[in-house]
Structures are given as C-alpha cells and as structure tokens.
C-alpha cells in the first residue's frame, strides 16, 4: 500500500518542465523550517530528561543528555555552516547541491531517529505509568507536528519516524495490558496513519510549489513580452518615423518649388511611402491571421516557376550585400495556398539575407517521402538554441546584424509560424550560432504542372461607376475621390451617414458602388452604412470597405459582412484592383 502511495503521490514530478525549480524550491523551504524545529526538539529532549530526573538511574540520565549535546550541536553546525555560507547562483542548477543537502538532512534525521527512539531503553525500565504516557504524548506530538513543515520530504520525516515508533512499539509490545490489545496496536498504526499522511502532505506541497513556480514564471514571461513590446515600439516608432520623415520633406520641397518635381523625386517620395506602408502591413498581419481572417485556398502549383519570382523579387537586395542567391528546385507541383506559401518563404528569405553576412543563400526543394521537402538555408551569423526558441515569438530580435541596414520589427518568423500552423504545414528552423541557419517546411506534392499563372497586375476598370465615399477624414475622401476621378469615375463623397443618406434621398443619386470607412462619427461602423444604404438603394448595391482598424475583434466581424475590405494605408494599385474585382457584381444590377 506505502509503495503504491508513493508512485502515485511522489513520482509524477520529476518530469516535469520545472523540475528543477522545483527541486529547489523544496529544498529552500525546507532548510528554512528545519532550524526552527530542531530548537523544538532538543527542547523536548530536555524536557523528557528533566521528567525521569528522580526515577532514572545516573548513568541514563548521563547518556540521554550527552547524546542531545552530540546531536544538537551537531544539526546546529550543519544549519549554521548552510546559512553562513549561500550557495552559488549556479547551484539553482545543479542538482547535485541539493542532492548532496538531501543527504545531510537524511543524515540529521536519521540521529535525531536514534535519539529519541532510545527513550524506552534509557528510562521505561523504572518509569511509572504516567511517565510513560507522558513520554508518548511528547512524542506524538514531536512526530506529527513535522509532517507538515517537512512534508517537502517526507523520506527524512519517514527517516526520523520509524526508529522512534518501532522502539516504542517494541517496549510497548512487550508490557502486560491483560486482554487489552489497543495499546499494543496504537504505536505502529500512528506510524503507519502518519507517514501516509505526509506522503498526501507532501503532495499537497509541491502543487503548491508547482502552482508558484508557475505564476512566477508566468510574470516573468509577461514582463519579458511588456519589455519586448516597449522595444518594439521604440524600433517601430523610428522605423516608422524615418520615411515619413523623408515623404514629408520631398512633399513640402516640391509644394514649395514646383520646378523641381521631377519623375525621380515622385520615385523617392512614393518609395518613402511605400516603405511606411509595409511596416504597418507586418502588424496588420498579425492582426488578420488572430482574428482568423486568413481563408486557406490550395491549388497546384508549379514549384520550380513559383520560386523564380521569389528569387527576382529578391535578387537585387542580394546582389547589393554581395550574396549568391542560388536555387536548386525539384520539377514538381505541390498543393497548398499560393499567398500563403509566397509569405511564408518571402519572410524567411528577407531574414536569410538581412543576417547573412557573406556566402550564399540557397533555397532547395526535393522529395521526402511523401512530401516535398522545401529549405531555405544560409551561410549566416545563426542563432543559439536559446534564441530559435524565441525567434518566433512576436516583437522579439534574437540577432543583431551590424553590417545590415535595414533594421527588422521582430515580426517576420511569428507571422510564418502563425501562417504554418494555419496551413496545416510542417516546419522546422535549425542554426548554429557562426554557422548559419535552415528554415524546412513540408508540402504536399500533386501532379506536376508546367507552368504557373502569374499574379494578375493592377487592371484598370474599363467601365465608368458611380461611386459613394463615406470616410470622414477629410484628407482621405479627397485623395481617394481624385484617384477614382482620374480613372474616369463619377464620385460622391460624405463625411458620415446622414450626408450618404440626404445625397440619396434628396439629390436621387443611386450608385454602384459604396466605398466606406469602417470608423464614422457617432461610433457608426461599415455595418451600419451599408445596412442603411442597401435599403435605400437595394441589396444588389456592391460595397468596397477600407479602414484603418486592425483590431483583431473587428477583423473577425468585418468578414462576416462578406465584403472585399483593404486596410489602410492602402496603394492606389490596391484600390483599382478591387474594383476590377467588382466590376463583374456592379455589371450584374
């Protein structure tokens, strides 16, 4: 029964990811209680000789109190030499300190065992009967109150029980009671009741050291994302600043010298532009895939031909760091989503080249198995085994690159895991700190294709549209408006809902299309315009979203709405794009 109670209450912890931890905890509080309780027992040592002082012979009174001189200063010394001398922060992670402490204390009990089990032989012998009763309800109650205290242990508590209780059990055996048998029998039951009572206790105490443990590690792991994302912020803050800050300057340069606008200054300020725009696209990002906005399409592509326009679109950066962008692409089909597959190997590829100092980047693709086996690998700086475990944890930079200028907001890799695991796709990131790092995911194969459909380019919308804008930044509706008049559209535009609706009712106009933002005034949403418009207007009226609201909560219920939505700052490329896309359900009404 004891054996089956200690495998279920004392065996399931040493696997646990805190194990040592917890080792250690148990260990802290231990020696923090044991001081105290070795002042309570040669206490009741004395107290017990002091009772038998008259009955006992001189010699066992001689024996009694030399052996708590021996013992006591013994445990002192121990505990003394414990507190004087902390151990070392390195010892939280060596288990051989506690080990070798673990030891000591077995030993410490087991003479404190021997001390007090050596009651009955010094002083039964002439004891009266309330004597002995009074010795044993010392030493019930010196035996029980550990239980508790040293439940982290209950192997020394067993250690300082048994040799107590099996004396007394002994002498006790041995006494005539007549037909009385309880008295016999009391002794090994108390042992047997506690020490299955400290093995529950124990139990007891390392959840509660677990569920510490636990918290603590929970905090620190919150603080170190609070910290992470005040760095983000800080990297964000400046990344985001520098191009707005150059897009302000060639805009107040060429309003006030309009002689300089030239096709390169507009270049360099839609580049600026651009630059900003793509910061915020990582976190929308992030956003999108939260909030479970990110559809899984799969379709067969040809992988060879998909990976040549990866390669183009980074062959330049490449060449500019003096790289060798090299591609070796078994000629097969694999069946996943396109987008998602392009993220995902664009995102790892920006991070090959931005930490790979000199060499290659290569990226391989061959059969494993049944799957297809596709890698990034580089000739870089690599990562610790520490830090690829936090290379995917969001607003975290695990590496420092000097040489490299463009300074990344820790987005990169979360966004991969996330779009892997939405993808049902397995990964694996292996480095080497100085040796460079492999990015592995596998695909499904399908039957080969020989060619791939390039992603349609911006089209233009051959069919004239009236167009309702409601966004109520003045800025925005302007901007947008000459965007779609310079494609030939006839647009209206209104700063909130009652303007849409008086525009309708009163001016009879009745659009195409309705281009709406998702935050009016009055704390009105997309839902709200397009609920009140489609009954004026009738359901058939076509509807385009564009916020700036990334929430993930408001994601989710924007695509409920069932709705093409484009998320500020959006391109104007963007923005005729999706009306191409919707020029079919406006040729419909």
């Known amino acids: 029964m004891l054996n089956t109670l200690y495998k279920k209450y004392l065996s399931s912890f040493s696997d646990h990811p805190l194990a040592t931890d917890i080792q250690w905890e148990r260990h802290r509080l ?14 009741a040592a004395l107290l017990v000789g002091l009772m038998f002082y008259r009955s006992a012979p001189l010699e066992s009174l001689l024996i009694w109190f030399a052996a708590i001189t021996f013992v006591g200063l013994n445990s002192w010394a121990l505990i003394r030499y414990h507190h004087c001398r902390p151990e070392p922060e390195h010892s939280r992670h060596n288990l051989a300190y506690t080990r070798r402490w673990h030891w000591l204390n077995l030993y410490q009990a087991a003479i404190w065992g021997i001390l007090w089990a050596m009651t009955p032989f010094l002083f039964f012998p002439e004891a009266s009967d309330i004597q002995v009763l009074s010795v044993l309800m010392v030493v019930v109650v010196l035996s029980s109150t550990p239980s508790v205290t040293m439940g982290c242990y209950p192997d020394i508590y067993i250690t300082f029980l048994t040799p107590v209780f099996f004396s007394f059990s002994w002498h006790i055996f041995n006494m005539d009671f007549g037909e009385e048998w309880l008295p016999s029998v009391t002794p090994p039951l108390t042992w047997i009741s506690l020490v299955v009572f400290s093995i529950m206790i124990h139990r007891t105490h390392m959840e509660s050291i677990i569920l510490r443990l636990e918290h603590r590690r929970n905090e620190l792991a919150e603080q170190d994302k609070n910290d992470a994302k005040t760095r983000f912020i800080a990297v964000a803050s400046h990344d985001l600043r520098q191009p707005v800050q150059a897009a302000r300057l060639y805009a107040e340069a060429m309003a006030n010298h309009p002689e300089i ?26 956003s999108r895939i939260d909030a479970g906005a990110v559809n899984v399409n799969r379709e067969t592509i040809f992988l060879p031909a998909f990976i040549e326009q990866l390669v183009a679109t980074h062959s330049v950066h490449a060449r500019q760091k ?7 692409i078994a000629s097969v089909s694999v069946h996943c989503d396109g987008s998602i597959l392009m993220e995902i190997i664009d995102n790892v590829l920006t991070n090959a080249i931005r930490y790979t100092l000199q060499g290659k980047v290569t990226i391989s693709a061959e059969r494993d198995k049944q799957k297809i086996l596709l890698r990034v690998s580089d000739t870089g700086i690599g990562m610790t085994p520490s830090q690829v475990n936090d290379a995917f944890e969001e607003f975290v930079q695990v590496a420092d690159c000097p040489d490299d200028t463009g300074q990344g907001m820790g987005l990169g890799l979360p966004i991969v895991k996330r779009l892997c695991s939405l993808h049902q796709l397995a990964f694996r990131l292996n480095s080497a700190k100085g040796q460079g790092s492999c990015f592995s995911v596998w695909l499904d194969e399908t039957a080969t294709l020989e060619g791939l459909t390039a992603p349609a380019a911006a089209s233009q919308v051959s069919q004239s549209l009236r167009i309702l804008l409601v966004d109520d930044e ?12 310079s494609e030939q559209h006839d647009v209206w535009t209104a700063a909130d809902i009652p303007q849409a609706l008086n525009m309708v009712k009163e001016d009879g106009l009745v659009p195409d299309l309705l281009i709406t933002d998702d935050r009016l005034p009055g704390g009105y949403g997309a839902s709200d315009v397009i609920r009140v418009l489609r009954r004026e207007c009738g359901p058939q009226l076509a509807v385009l979203i564009i916020t700036g609201n990334t929430d993930p909560g408001r994601i989710q219920a924007l695509k409920a709405l069932n709705a093409p939505v484009l998320y500020k700052p959006v391109s104007g490329a963007d923005v005729l794009n999706a009306l191409a896309e919707l020029r079919e359900e406006v040729r419909s009404v």
């Open 30 to 43: 231990f020696m923090t209680e044991v001081g105290s309780r070795m002042i309570g027992a040669v206490i």
């Open 261 to 286: 606008i030239t096709g390169d200054l507009i270049s360099r300020l839609n580049s600026s532009l651009h630059s900003a725009s793509h910061l915020l696209d990582r976190l929308l990002d992030l």
């Open 322 to 328: 003096g790289l060798r962008l090299e591609t070796d």
């Open 474 to 485: 003045e800025a925005v509706r302007d901007a947008l408006s000459l965007l779609l008049v």
